[in-house]
């Protein structure tokens, strides 16, 4: 449904004055299959998916997870738009990527990864990857699944209505 919203959105279906969550939010404990049963459920629905886990959210080079986030979303959208299929950027387990836990560091890539995913929910349709900004350059607007534990450990303006739909497993 969250997928099919986004497409209708893109479409014109949906008035722009009716704001349609970019990110859908899967969260509950952990082991009880989230990210197993939606790959499952978007391959029985033929969705076309990009996907990406926590481990690539953090570099030893400032900056590389936002820019491998931004061109995972453009791969979608271009998946979308060649193979005439709905597509999506899936990121599993992202508390445990930029979650803020007890005792652990904020890096400079978790930032920028909320940032990142902050500013494609806000203009979903204009995704620039390198450093020079192209006007005119439009894309199809691409939901984004993420699962994760436990989301209360996540940038509160990331998670709040609007951005980010959010379903208990």
């Excluded at 939010?25 to 299959?33: D, F």
């Excluded at 999506?88 to 007890?102: E, H, P, S, V």
């Excluded at 990864?113 to 929910?121: A, E, F, R, S």
């Excluded at 349709?125 to 993420?146: A, K, M």
Aim: charged share 20%; hydrophobic share 35%; proline share 4%.
């Amino acid at each position: 449904m969250h997928i099919t919203k986004n497409v209708l959105t893109d479409g014109g279906a949906i008035p722009k004055s009716c704001k349609v969550p970019l990110i859908l939010g899967i969260w509950g404990p952990k082991g009880c299959g989230k990210t197993f049963q939606t790959e499952l459920a978007f391959k029985k629905m033929g969705i076309e998916t990009v996907v990406m886990s926590a481990g690539e959210l953090e570099s030893e080079v400032a900056g590389q997870p936002g820019k491998l986030i931004r061109e995972r979303y453009r791969k979608a959208a271009e998946l979308g738009k060649v193979r005439g299929k709905m597509s999506c950027l899936m990121i599993n387990d992202l508390d445990a990527g930029i979650g803020r836990f007890t005792n652990t560091q904020c890096t400079v890539n978790n930032q920028i990864v909320v940032g990142t995913l902050m500013n494609i929910c806000d203009n979903p349709n204009q995704v620039s990857v390198y450093e020079n900004w192209r006007e005119g350059d439009f894309i199809n607007r691409v939901p984004i699944i993420v699962t994760g534990n436990d989301f209360t450990t996540l940038y509160a303006p990331l998670i709040r209505d609007g951005r980010m739909e959010k379903f208990y497993w």
